[in-house]
């Protein structure tokens, strides 16, 4: 398998196809930090899958890559199934660790579009800052990035067909990770 | 005169002191008399499968290297140098021949022993004893049924004795088909602001928490559908040494919880076998509702298939980390689909686990107020539903799984390592042992 880090850029995307990308990662991180997580799941593909690796601290001269098998354990290895069931779960009215509700704002940064062989899929690299407080100063900075494959459905619209998340920490710094990345 | 901890704990009538959840002076009493005499799990040995296999974990705060040295034995020890005490291994797994410390180049061996080190010249025969200049080696390492543990005290009596007869219900976990268990590759670490023990004694017995606690994640998995009442009469708590194990006995309560159809119809399919190597009781009790926690501070939820270990990190800190265990003999898209399912329920954003690092964590802060914390705490639940009389199940066993008794049985033993001169003089927490369950 060829990673996709490797994958030849073909062609340069248009400024106006850039600007698309980086107003869609935007309103979906409006999306997540007001808790519009419905409105969210339509912009996620059918066939999508979220995956968030564990992290391992090894030695450079460790040839073990660990980070793209999804038979080891992840903080997120989701289909669009279990995904709805979160945000399902949010939904209950008992999600008593949402309540009051935590306050968070994604900055996403670092932005860049590649061309795919295929004309209606684009690769997307981002980064992400993502601040959580809540109750009185409880709080936690999550913070990585993140390589996506962005799709073109046939109505036009913009749809993540894969997302992987690569957080700085190995211990996450936080009691639980309650939010979308 | 030495401290009685007896005194923090009421078990007869079922009061805690919330100091044990909050004192500085407690906590550095726990790391001595509790985690450096204690069998600590330290590994699975399917993480260490190939000579020089190791990984890095701690022992109470002891950060310490577990190998699998040339000899084939798994050995470990004190990941610092001897020679001004940095540490010597800063992966968390690999493979290697040697262990080299960054600062003057010192070298080890997979058993610790010292190799060489950096301009060896500037040692003077008699400035370095080659044979003593060590990683100072643990006091005894062995391993059940694919758990290794170690402990630093010679004294402490061997793992056979020290899990007893919670052997039999361990079983359940380790040995419910051919083949026994092995971890999913990987961990997930977090770390929380909340006493240790708190994730232990919820695991040992606090089934209770789940209809409440975890109400948004049980209505996420069923459709809506809320958490079913305990059955009291037909579940239990069993204590042995400390260890405790609660469950029910119909079987598929905790499988469902991980909604998956594959890993039901697995176990529904190989539940006869499990029948006839373990016994109907526990092939019953296997699936069931269930928790444990080994003591000092491993726990599982043993049909979930999450293992973990609470590793203490000062009073009111712990890291908390969790693996996937897996029966070996079950087909590579089932463990895959265990894992999966374990990290949407029970990791730092699973469904269930999600709501559990809160109350832990405000239990253990609303500490810090001196009058709150003169308020002892309620572990009264079950105070008089002990039974004497079960034909089958070993310990000390008390009826209804919403239940205190794991709980105060676990801060008992507790108590007991706190106040203990040596670990040879431990107090008899064996409880029962039916002839039906020996082993």
């Known amino acids: 398998m060829t990673a996709m880090t490797d994958h030849p850029v073909t062609d340069r995307p248009s400024l106006e196809l850039l600007k698309e990308v980086e107003q869609t990662l935007y309103r979906e991180a409006r999306l997540l930090d007001t808790e519009q997580f419905e409105t969210w799941v339509e912009m996620l593909a059918e066939d999508i899958h979220y995956y968030m690796p564990s992290v391992e601290n090894r030695y450079r001269s460790d040839p073990t ?93 913009l749809v993540l067909a894969k997302r992987v998340i690569t957080p700085t920490w190995s211990v996450l710094p936080g009691k639980n990770l309650n939010v979308f990345l | 005169m030495a401290e009685d901890y007896s005194r923090y704990i009421d078990l007869d009538e ?59 034995t798994i050995r470990v020890f004190a990941n610092s140098c001897p020679h001004r005490g940095n540490r010597v291994c800063f992966a968390d797994v690999g493979n290697t021949r040697r262990f080299t410390c960054n600062y003057h180049g010192w070298s080890f061996n997979t058993a610790g022993a010292l190799l060489g080190m950096h301009a060896e010249y500037a040692y003077d025969e008699k400035d370095l004893d080659r044979d003593q200049t060590r990683l100072q080696p643990v006091a005894k390492v062995d391993s059940y049924k694919g758990l290794v543990f170690a402990t630093f005290d010679p004294d402490t009596p061997s793992l056979q004795d020290w899990l007893g007869d919670y052997r039999w219900y361990l079983d359940m976990l380790l040995d419910n088909e051919e083949g026994g268990t092995e971890f999913v590759g990987g961990c997930i670490r977090s770390e929380i602001n909340a006493n240790w023990k708190f994730g232990v004694e919820n695991f040992i017995g606090d089934a209770y928490h789940v209809g409440w606690t975890h109400d948004s994640g049980t209505r996420a ?47 529904t399919g190989m539940k006869p076998r499990m029948s006839e190597r373990l016994g109907q009781l526990r092939s019953q009790i296997f699936g069931s509702i269930a928790s444990g926690s080994i003591f000092p501070n491993i726990s599982f939820l043993p049909a979930v298939h999450t293992f973990r270990t609470w590793l203490p990190k000062g009073p009111h ?119 039906a369950a020996r082993i």
């Open chain 1, 65 to 157: 890559d660990t980070s793209k098998d999804p038979s080891r354990m992840a903080f997120y290895n989701d289909d669009i199934a279990m995904i709805r069931t979160r945000v399902a779960r949010l939904r209950t009215g008992t999600a008593w660790s949402e309540d009051p509700p935590t306050r968070y704002t994604h900055l996403i940064t670092n932005i860049e579009v590649e061309l795919t062989d295929r004309p209606d899929e684009y690769r997307v690299y981002s980064n992400f800052y993502s601040y959580r407080n809540r109750n009185e100063r409880d709080e936690d900075v999550l913070v990585g990035r993140r390589e996506d494959l962005w799709r073109r459905d046939p109505e036009g619209r």
């Open chain 2, 221 to 267: 998995v069923t459709g809506g559908q809320p958490f079913p009442p305990a059955d009291m009469t037909n579940s239990y708590h069993a204590s042995v040494n400390g260890h405790g194990w609660e469950f029910g006995l119909d079987g598929f309560g905790d499988i469902m919880v991980l909604g998956s159809q594959s890993i039901l119809d697995y176990y």
């Open chain 2, 14 to 72: 079922g009061w805690v002191d919330r100091s044990i959840f909050h004192d500085e002076d407690i906590y550095q009493a726990e790391l001595r008399q509790i985690f450096a005499r204690s069998w600590n799990f330290v590994a699975h040995e399917s993480q260490l499968p190939r000579v020089g296999d190791f990984l890095t974990t701690y022992m109470g705060e002891d950060s310490v290297i577990v190998t699998r040295h040339r000899d084939n």
């Open chain 2, 317 to 435: 800190k712990f890291e908390l980390r969790t693996w996937v265990i897996v029966n070996k003999a079950m087909p590579d898209e089932i463990k895959e689909e265990c894992a999966k399912r374990v990290m949407l329920t029970f990791s730092p954003g699973g469904l269930f686990e999600m709501d559990d690092g809160e109350n832990w964590s405000n239990c253990t802060t609303t500490n810090k107020g001196v009058v709150t914390r003169r308020q002892p705490l309620h572990y009264r639940a079950g105070l008089t539903r002990q039974i004497h009389d079960h034909p089958e199940l070993p310990g000390t066993i008390y009826r209804g799984q919403y239940n205190d008794a794991n709980q105060r049985l676990f801060f008992q033993r507790w108590a007991d390592l706190m106040n203990a001169e040596s670990v040879t003089e431990l107090p008899d927490r064996r409880g029962a042992t039916p002839a």
